[in-house]
């Protein structure tokens, strides 16, 4: 593989940073020339990386749900037994939305171009989780459920989580809400001791 060139390099960090400021602040209040001061680049610079800070913005929440779940499923190789990968992704997945403030979420909630990203990553992960059901039953690990209906439930949970209904109705965080849910997921699926 050729070496990555300087500008690559230094437009990758500059990436990075833009998308830990997104996660810690949130997006709605910053302009470009807002972005720029606290990445300490120019306009110019952030143009380079996207047309538009709505492009911008999408690049970023892609960027951060690529990589997370890059992250989870990583997490998910290093468990064997079918039981646990399911407790496994919800939790790795409870990590990855751990740091990321309320004001991002808020924020991506009400940005369509972001949400719709959130909103497929969610599905995704909604069938993955079924995925990682119908293995565990399949192994015998679990309960012999209907793995369609856990489906359909963890589903309507997840979404509700992305659309903040969860925050809004109980106040739990993203995070926390998918801890729970793998909680839950799990006290049902197991079997009786």
């Not at 489906?151 to 106040?171: E, F, K, W």
Request: aromatic content about 8%; some cysteine; charged content about 25%.
């Amino acid at each position: 593989m050729p070496p990555v060139r300087r500008g690559a390099v230094r437009r990758i960090q500059l990436f990075d940073e833009l998308v830990a400021l997104l996660l810690a602040e949130g997006f709605s209040q910053f302009t470009l020339d807002d972005l720029a001061a606290r990445l300490h680049c120019s306009k110019r610079t952030l143009y380079a990386l996207a047309g538009s800070k709505e492009q911008l913005v999408r690049a970023a929440v892609v960027h951060f749900f690529r990589g997370a779940t890059e992250r989870v499923e990583a997490a998910l190789s290093a468990t064997d037994t079918a039981a646990d990968r399911v407790g496994r992704y919800l939790r790795a997945v409870a990590t990855e939305l751990g740091p990321v403030s309320a004001r991002f979420f808020d924020d991506v909630a009400a940005f369509p171009p972001a949400a719709e990203v959130y909103e497929r990553n969610t599905r995704a992960a909604a069938r993955r989780v079924q995925q990682l059901v119908d293995e565990g039953v399949a192994a015998g690990a679990f309960r012999d459920v209907h793995t369609g209906f856990v489906a359909d439930v963890v589903t309507a949970v997840m979404v509700r989580i992305q659309q903040r209904q969860v925050a809004a109705a109980i106040g739990l965080d993203d995070a926390e809400a998918y801890a729970r849910l793998a909680e839950l997921l799990l006290h049902g699926l197991n079997r009786p001791s």
